[in-house]
């Protein structure tokens, strides 16, 4: 359908024809509703063009592609290696387009190009391959039970597939979750979240001819209808969804409807813990790191960082430094830009309230808090924010921001900097700074987290479990973890002569 696509010039000067359908069988079709997302570019808050919206309708039908690809031939009987092929390939054509895509996601998103090209491109390529080299080596097992018996297992695909993405890394996101889904025989329908539609539906656009019909459906559309409607339909048999931890439990809820198998991702509160033999110069660098990236919208964000009294002072001086030099905030298409805006003036206006919020609960406001003004005067730039004098009633210490924003307060003890990192109901990252090794692995031992960085914070690898713990999420992504979650474990029993 000719009308179903946009020619844009980003504002890097790449020309793109982006395809604005849902993509359901292998071709872009026209929502049923004539529903509509407008993407936004967060940098000077103009629109970039129009997508076309799923449908509770639309969600059915994508379902019901899926549904006849699982059962078709050409993608169940596929042979394993053959499906790991396809998958490389996918991966050869991403790294084609990769210019295209980390403009895209740029534009819409408002990360820095450098960090979508040069890192989220690399993860997405990296992640097609590994999962490519997986699928050939996903089986069961062969357990003897008696002399006459025996029984073996075979590792199949869940089938149907829903997948609700959010906005912080859109083409990343897809990847975690169409890899191992792909890898493992299963069928999917990805939906992307409204506030950046944009890089996803450009991937999609590389799948016919590849994949066979119906095996990758991306359906753009709002949370509160097509989500629900992926949530709550009867012939979906497995729910993966990374997001806010409320929306996570009514999807939870909502696909109980017909117990879909089901892991979430719901971010955190994540702890930095720092003693006072820390090299306090990396603590601070790596500190930075951990909450600054990607404008601080990270879900392992170490958003709440605990120092031990004796180095507080001398850290919180080492760490404004760092963010001072180091927090580049500008128009995320300049080459040494290291903070883009924030993904939408939603999130702009919740990070800023955050700032109210711990200035009327008494905390110091010690650096940013600010709208970060310079880009033209639009845009939803925020600059980087410290609060010191947190207690730990309150909101800002408490809760999820999603911003660059940091709290940091004081312990005394070993016990109290883990009572402190552990009082929370989340439970993704955690990191501990020590020069003290039994220390190091005593703490990470205890830390009520998915995740531990030592010396370190927010590292993620395709190889490495990442998830949390409590109500940071249920379930595992990528490495060999990652396929636990889109394979079922059927027991075959095999009676070789018992005779009754
Ligand atoms: P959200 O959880 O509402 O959205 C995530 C995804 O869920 C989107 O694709 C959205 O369309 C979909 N969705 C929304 N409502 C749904 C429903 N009822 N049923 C099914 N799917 C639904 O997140 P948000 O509102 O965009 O962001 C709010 C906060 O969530 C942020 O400030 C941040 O704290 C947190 N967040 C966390 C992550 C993470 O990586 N863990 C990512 C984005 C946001
Ligand atoms: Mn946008």
Same mark, same amino acid.
Request: hydrophobic residues 45%.
């Given at each position: 359908m000719a009308d179903l696509k946009v020619n844009l010039t980003a504002p890097n000067g790449r020309k793109i024809t982006l395809p604005t359908g849902l993509f359901i069988n292998n071709e872009f079709v026209k929502s049923s509703s004539g529903d509509k997302i407008t993407s936004i570019n967060p940098t000077d808050e103009s629109e970039i063009c129009s997508v076309e919206a799923a449908s509770a309708d639309d969600i059915d039908k994508a379902v019901k592609a899926a549904r006849a690809a699982f059962n078709d031939p050409s993608w169940r009987d596929l042979p394993a290696t053959e499906r790991g092929t396809l998958l490389y390939k996918f991966a050869d054509l991403i790294e084609a387009n990769k210019e295209t895509l980390a403009t895209l996601e740029?534009?819409?998103?408002? %990360?820095?190009?450098?960090?979508?090209?040069? &890192?989220?491109?690399?993860?997405?390529?990296?992640? $097609?391959?590994?999962?490519?080299?997986?699928?050939? %080596?996903?089986? #069961?097992?062969? @357990?003897? /039970?008696?002399? +006459? +018996?025996?029984?073996? /297992?075979? +590792?199949? *695909? !869940?089938?149907?597939?829903?997948?609700?993405? *959010?906005?912080?890394?859109?083409?990343?996101?897809?990847?975690? %979750?169409? #890899?191992?889904?792909?890898?493992?025989?299963?069928?999917?329908?990805? +939906?992307?979240?409204?506030? /950046?539609?944009?890089?996803?539906?450009?991937?999609?656009?590389? !799948?016919?001819?590849? $994949?066979?019909?119906?095996?990758?459906? @991306?359906?753009?559309?709002? #949370?509160? &209808?097509?989500? =629900?409607?992926?949530?709550? =339909?009867?012939? @979906?048999? %497995? @729910?993966? $969804?990374? #997001?806010?931890?409320?929306?996570g439990k009514q999807v939870m809820k909502i696909a109980s409807v017909n117990m879909k198998n089901i892991t979430l991702e719901t971010g955190g509160k994540s702890p930095l813990l720092i003693f006072d033999d820390s090299d306090l110069e990396q603590a601070a660098k790596w500190a930075h790191v951990g909450i600054m990236s990607n404008q601080g919208q990270v879900c392992c964000a170490t958003s709440r960082v605990l120092v031990q009294e004796g180095v507080y002072d001398k850290f919180v001086e080492l760490f404004k430094q760092t963010v001072k030099e180091t927090s580049k905030v500008g128009d995320p298409f300049a080459e040494d830009t290291q903070q883009g805006p924030q993904v939408t003036k939603a999130q702009y206006e919740r990070v800023l309230s955050y700032v109210d919020s711990g200035k009327s609960e008494g905390a110091s406001l010690v650096a940013g808090g600010v709208p970060y003004k310079e880009v033209g005067g639009k845009g939803y730039f925020i600059e980087p924010t410290i609060f010191t004098n947190v207690k730990d009633t309150m909101k800002i210490y408490r809760e999820e921001i999603f911003g660059p924003f940091v709290v940091i307060t004081s312990f005394k003890t070993e016990e109290d900097a883990l009572r402190m990192a552990n009082d929370t109901t989340y439970g993704l990252g955690s990191a501990v700074f020590t020069t003290d090794v039994e220390r190091a692995h005593r703490v990470a031992g205890r830390l009520e987290a998915g995740m531990v960085w030592i010396n370190s914070s927010n590292d993620s690898d395709i190889r490495v479990p990442f998830g949390g713990v409590k109500q940071s999420g249920i379930g595992r992504e990528l490495g060999e973890a990652g396929l636990a979650a889109y394979t079922q474990t059927k027991a075959i029993h095999v009676n070789l002569g018992l005779r009754l």
């Open positions: 740029t534009w819409d998103n408002g %990360k820095p190009y450098s960090v979508a090209l040069n &890192e989220d491109l690399e993860e997405v390529i990296g992640i $097609f391959r590994y999962y490519a080299g997986w699928a050939d %080596k996903i089986y #069961g097992e062969t @357990i003897p /039970t008696t002399a +006459k +018996k025996f029984a073996y /297992t075979l +590792k199949q *695909p !869940i089938g149907v597939c829903a997948q609700i993405i *959010p906005w912080n890394y859109p083409l990343s996101m897809a990847a975690w %979750k169409l #890899g191992p889904a792909l890898a493992c025989g299963n069928v999917v329908v990805l +939906k992307p979240a409204e506030q /950046t539609p944009l890089s996803v539906l450009y991937l999609a656009s590389l !799948i016919p001819g590849l $994949f066979p019909p119906g095996v990758v459906n @991306i359906v753009n559309g709002y #949370g509160r &209808e097509a989500g =629900h409607a992926l949530a709550s =339909h009867l012939d @979906i048999d %497995k @729910i993966a $969804f990374t #997001g806010s931890t409320i929306t």
